[in-house]
């Protein structure tokens, strides 16, 4: 016994006392001002709520969040805070249908560790309703009747007071609260029907209104939106050949609104927004057509899909999951924003056709033609319609001489005719596409880049590219060569996300030659100009880039003599 007892005390792993394991978790769930706002708006939420008002005073680390829900009775508020007490799930079967955003039971008993907390609720059946203060433990350590709405009002106050290093490792209090701001747009998209209502320190910060649909709150969140700007599509279950489930897709119309970066691409799986990068590249590869280059969209998808195929136990936040038949999915959203994007064009029809009039009349009365002869034929993006535009376009001249570069995107070039307007990008991007057309060639990359959360199909459209890509553990690939027009590059790795996207070689060609262009906005120098604009000369097709676009307006010195009006002076006494 004494020698079990000498080898007892001289173990290393030893076990942790319930205080212990309990702070630990509770730092887990509870790790921020934000993270008690999201779990206390959550609980509103799957009360039922439709007006959330949430009050924050963070120099005191303290957050109240009010709601008009079901309330909870006295013997469930002195449940409420004790570990994985909860009402949204009973059994193990539970756990693989989840419908609610809570459903672990440890939000409040968390706050209560980290926190002085207290609850104020009443049920809408009862007359009166009951205030509790809790212990550390979850226990209720006072419990009073109080005179209160239908609802729940809970504060937490003192955060992190037992845990002071938690607090200093915490960001600045501006970044807390944009954070606190986010999780709010985020829940209001997801639940667009409630009203949120957001003080800070007794002072009114921002309110959101209610709406039917996500189109109704954006234009709340983005500046300069309008309801007009934004186009919304809803699939259902036999829309979606599924058995259950409903696609909601709102996006900004191309034309009117997109972004410098991918921060307002959002996706919400059964009412919470959640990291899934594979359904994000999905919408931004959808529109890679129709934005401008380095330009995103601005997007909210929301699925609805039946809980079993949903997996919420991967991350405390219930940020990440597992969602079964992903690359289904990819396909759905893929069509959905062809569907909407068409369905917007027809709805333009008839201001495209006025626009298309107004164009023609002012060619008429104007001094140049701007019509086919100059800016190619139809445009569709495809190099072989680009090429039958060139048949009836007109000639490019012999020569052109570079004479400026204007606003670090157009090259001013003349000619024994008159001017040309070149945009320097896909002039350029015109070169390197005929250029890789005539020679496609890899390159060894050391070390190899690591890719992760590719699909099988984006896996085996790197392969026929001729690029050289091998697993590397779970969910990661490891690419050993890449194209030589990309080496060196810096968005090496966002360009394979791009090229594992496409379709076929042409595909590739094309957004490799996109990607490895002159970006507009580079300054240039004289040196630099010529011979850019003696390679786009040379090509086979000058006139289009490889998606169609128009690369030069040409201005013949007929038609500026006209606009100037030169004709009217001849002979005449101020000159000829």
């Known amino acids: 016994m004494t020698l079990k007892h000498d080898m007892q005390s001289d173990a290393v792993i030893q076990p942790l006392s319930p205080a212990v394991i309990s702070l630990i978790a509770a730092g887990e769930v509870i790790d921020s001002l934000a993270a008690t706002v999201r779990e206390l708006a959550e609980n509103a939420l799957d009360a039922g709520a439709t007006r959330i008002h949430i009050q924050l005073w963070p120099q005191q680390w303290r957050v109240r969040v009010a709601d008009n829900g079901s309330g909870m009775s006295l013997v469930d508020l002195e449940q409420a805070a004790t570990a994985h007490s909860t009402s949204k799930i009973r059994t193990r079967a539970d756990l693989s249908h989840i419908c609610s955003l809570g459903f672990r039971g440890e939000a409040l008993h968390s706050l209560a560790q980290l926190s002085t907390l207290e609850i104020v609720s009443r049920p809408q059946s009862d007359a009166s309703g009951w205030h509790i ?93 309008v309801r007009s700007d934004l186009a919304q599509l809803t699939l259902d279950a036999e829309q979606l050949a599924v058995s259950q489930g409903q696609l909601a897709l709102l996006v900004g119309l191309p034309d009117r609104c997109h972004r410098h970066r991918p921060d307002w691409i959002r996706v919400a799986v059964n009412g919470r927004v959640v990291n899934a990068p594979v359904l994000s590249q999905a919408l931004i590869h959808s529109f890679r057509r129709t934005l401008p280059r380095d330009r995103y969209p601005v997007c909210f998808l929301h699925l609805r899909v039946p809980p079993e195929q949903v997996d919420w136990n991967r991350h405390p936040a ?49 001094p140049y033609n701007t019509g086919p002869d100059n800016i190619g034929a139809n445009n569709t993006g495809s190099d072989s319609i680009a090429a039958r535009a060139q048949g009836s376009a007109q000639t490019l001249p012999a020569r052109l001489k570079a004479v400026a570069q204007v606003r670090n995107t157009y090259i001013l070039a003349e000619h024994s005719g008159g001017l040309c307007l070149i945009e320097q990008h896909i002039a350029h991007e015109r070169v390197l596409y005929e250029q890789l057309q005539a020679r496609w060639q890899t390159v060894p990359l050391e070390p190899p880049m690591i890719l992760s959360q590719l699909r099988s199909q984006q896996v085996a459209q790197l392969r026929r590219l001729g690029l050289e890509i091998d697993p590397f553990g779970e969910d990661l690939w490891a690419v050993r060569t890449l194209p030589a027009a990309l080496q060196g590059r810096d968005d090496c790795a966002e360009a394979l996300i791009e090229l594992s996207l496409g379709g076929d070689i042409e595909t590739a060609l094309v957004a490799v030659a996109c990607r490895t262009a002159i970006r507009n906005g580079t300054p240039l120098s ?3 100009l010529q011979p850019l604009l003696d390679d786009w000369q040379r090509t086979r097709h000058p006139h289009t880039c490889p998606h169609g676009r128009p690369i030069c307006l040409s201005l013949a010195e007929s038609s500026l003599s006209r606009y100037f009006r030169r004709h009217w002076v001849i002979g005449k006494s101020h000159g000829v």
Not at 182 to 198: K, R
Not at 339 to 348: S, V, Y
Not at 353 to 363: D, N, P, S
Request: charged residues 15%.
């Open 318 to 366: 219930k940020s990440d999951i597992y969602l079964q038949n992903m690359e289904d999915w990819c396909d759905r959203i893929s069509a959905a924003v062809v569907q909407i994007l068409r369905l917007h064009d027809l709805n333009q029809a008839g201001q495209a056709q006025r626009v298309q009039q107004l164009i023609k009349v002012a060619e008429q009365a104007g």
């Open 526 to 528: 004289p040196e630099q």
């Open 133 to 225: 203060r809790y212990s550390q433990e979850g226990r209720p350590t006072t419990v009073e009747t109080a005179a209160i709405a239908p609802g729940t009002i809970v504060t937490a106050a003192d955060l992190f007071a037992c845990w002071p290093t938690r607090r200093q490792a915490l960001p600045s209090v501006a970044q807390q609260l944009r954070a606190v701001q986010l999780i709010v747009q985020q829940l209001a998209l997801c639940h667009p029907a409630v009203t949120w209502q957001v003080t800070q320190a007794e002072r009114n910060w921002f309110t959101l209104w209610p709406g039917q649909t996500a189109q109704a709150v954006l234009p709340q969140l983005l500046r300069g939106v």
